[in-house]
């Protein structure tokens, strides 16, 4: 049997959903199981933030819905040109920057949604002046002020930088400064000056949870685990001093720090600190809260990541209700959670359920945005997959193409996200043996990617993936494997040596190296395979199995049926406790 790196491609690309980090300190989010990475916004704040003394002063805040999109646009164009001038100098910004570019497309597929966010967060900014207001005159305050409530934060940021410049009146001031400035970059999808202020802030107050918490979550999203993950770990600590066990600003650290872990492929750990949180969420908001469905919703996610499909579905079908009780049935957020359930049932083979719940979402999609936005082509998507799945080919490759249009009419012909629409295409083409169709959009999909995020990013490298599985299947092996070493040395130094990720490409190609009878270094690369898996998605993965088995095919090869025989006892162990686990109704 052969092991397919990625059955779909994520539409624009991180890997593992990166796009549903909790985005703010008190914020819980919901990783979408959808064959497009996209954000959950369930954004209930839970946690007050807590000024400098004075009158809370309120204004309103009126932004023009035309010309924030407008903004969005111009930031999409810097970071693309940012990004073609890069090439493959600065692997690590350009990775910054494609995460910048995936939230700020998710901003603008959202954009009445995201107006709201930025209307709360400028009047938050505003009160933050306000606090600060000795620092200016009553003039600059008023003229900020006004600037503010039409969406300008130029003079803002101005007044704040002016406070951390003197910064000679006191520390705390200081800290608030830099701490807005981080909003406010990050407000404007620019992490990496986002991350400089937050860390400032921190530098000056460094015991303000708050603070590290943020600074934690932007390293985060940076894709700076490790620094992110320390980071959470002391606001944790500091919070836990300062509250009882059951405070909501644990829980939502404690589901941030769950969420870098099933990032990092720890899902045992990610696991474990999503039941804590979800048992703090509960608590404080009650059982049918939409935070509490967005933690189910992100436990799920780990379940499916480790192969228990029967207890994934479980936790999707209980945060739908939850969502369509509290918010709504014909809300976006349930149409995400209709696609995650759907998933589940796909994979469980009950493509009938699974067909209608996308078409559910589908519909839900169609009524928000339109049937020319992003988000519907999501949509088609997900429904186009189950029907490739059943061999409905004409009608999965109809959706497709539907989608793709839409992404190119929304983005441009030289998109990431069109990159990944193409890739769904050639699967597609792939699977009905079209090779020569396959091929050809590979390779397109690939020369986007290479242009657009330069030569090092791991969405390259799963393109070369992907091209070097359908040279296998075609036979030509020559050109298989250059393109397999190349993939997995692009991945290995992105995601690193370890990464589930990675051991897809060592899978494919120990197949290709026992198609050719180089016995021992397909026997090598099963044995790291098995290893990273075991590791990451623990030992009953139905990957394992299908592992254990291509192994077990080799050794009686190489004529050692002994060695084989176990090998296939424990696959069909794992097959069944698999379907133990995960009926199909």
């Known amino acids: 049997m052969r092991l397919s790196a990625w059955a779909y491609i994520v539409f624009g690309g991180i890997l593992m959903g990166l796009g549903a980090i909790c985005h703010a300190y008190g914020w819980y989010k919901l990783k979408s199981e959808t064959t497009k990475t996209e954000s959950f916004p369930s954004r209930n704040t839970i946690a007050s933030r807590d000024i400098a003394a004075g009158r809370d002063v309120i204004i309103t805040i009126g932004i023009n819905r035309d010309d924030f999109y407008r903004t969005l646009k111009d930031r999409d164009k810097e970071i693309l040109n940012e990004i073609f001038k890069l090439k493959s100098q600065d692997t690590e910004k350009l990775r910054v920057m494609e995460k910048e570019l995936i939230d700020l497309h998710t901003k603008m597929e959202n954009i009445d949604r995201s107006l709201i966010e930025q209307e709360v967060k400028l009047a938050e900014t505003y009160k933050s002046l306000n606090s600060l207001k000795n620092f200016f005159t009553a003039d600059q305050l008023v003229s900020a002020g006004e600037a503010l409530k039409k969406g300008e934060v130029g003079a803002a940021e101005d007044l704040f930088k002016q406070v951390l410049d003197k910064g000679l009146r006191g520390m705390e001031p200081a800290a608030e400064a830099a701490f807005q400035l981080g909003v406010l970059a990050e407000s404007r999808i620019d992490y990496i000056e986002a991350c400089r202020y937050y860390t400032k802030a921190v530098e000056l107050q460094p015991k303000n949870p708050l603070y590290i918490f943020q600074a934690g979550r932007i390293t985060h999203v940076m894709g700076h685990y490790r620094e992110a993950e320390l980071l959470y770990n002391k606001a944790l600590e500091i919070q836990k001093d300062h509250s009882d066990s059951t405070d909501p600003r644990i829980g939502a650290i404690l589901n941030s720090l769950a969420v870098l872990y099933h990032d990092k492929g720890n899902h045992s750990k990610a696991e474990t ?134 992404l190119e009419n929304a983005w441009g012909l030289e998109h990431p ?50 091209l070097s599985l359908t040279y296998w299947e075609e036979g030509k092996y020559s050109q298989a494997e250059p393109l397999y070493k190349k993939s997995l040395e692009i991945l290995e130094k992105a995601l690193g040596p370890e ?18 009878g180089r016995y021992t270094e397909a ?44 090998l296939e006892v424990r696959a069909a162990s794992i097959k069944a406790k698999r379907a133990e686990k995960n009926p199909e109704n």
């Open 417 to 466: 996200n069109v990159a990944s629409s193409l890739n769904n295409l050639a699967l597609l083409y792939r699977q009905q043996r079209k090779f020569a169709e396959a091929e050809l959009l590979y390779q397109q999909a690939l020369t986007i990617r290479e242009k657009v995020l330069g030569s090092e990013h791991p969405q390259v490298g799963k393109s070369m993936g992907d």
């Open 273 to 406: 600190l999503y039941n804590e949180s979800l048992k703090i969420a509960e608590a404080n908001f009650g059982p049918d809260h939409p935070n509490v469905a967005a933690i189910l919703n992100n436990l799920a996610s780990v379940y499916k990541s480790q192969g228990n499909y029967g207890e994934a579905k479980k936790l999707f079908k209980h945060s739908l209700k939850i969502l369509e009780k509290s918010l709504g049935l014909g809300h976006p957020d349930v149409a995400i959670n209709l696609n995650n359930l759907a998933d589940i049932y796909q994979k469980l083979g009950n493509y009938l359920k699974a067909e209608d719940l996308n078409k559910r979402s589908l519909t839900i999609r169609v009524n928000v945005w339109g049937s020319d936005h992003p988000n519907v082509a999501t949509g088609l998507n997900s429904l186009a997959s189950v029907y490739r799945a059943q061999g409905k080919f004409s009608e999965a490759e109809d959706l497709y193409k539907r989608s793709r249009k839409i």
């Open 523 to 566: 026997e090598l690369l099963y044995q790291r395979t098995l290893y990273i898996w075991e590791k990451s998605l623990g030992p009953d993965h139905p990957d394992i199995a299908t592992c254990l088995e291509n192994y077990a095919a080799l050794l009686k090869k190489m004529n050692r049926e002994a060695e084989a025989q176990p």
């Open 499 to 516: 990464h589930p990720e990675v051991a897809y490409i060592l899978n494919n190609q120990a197949l290709l190296y026992f198609s050719i």
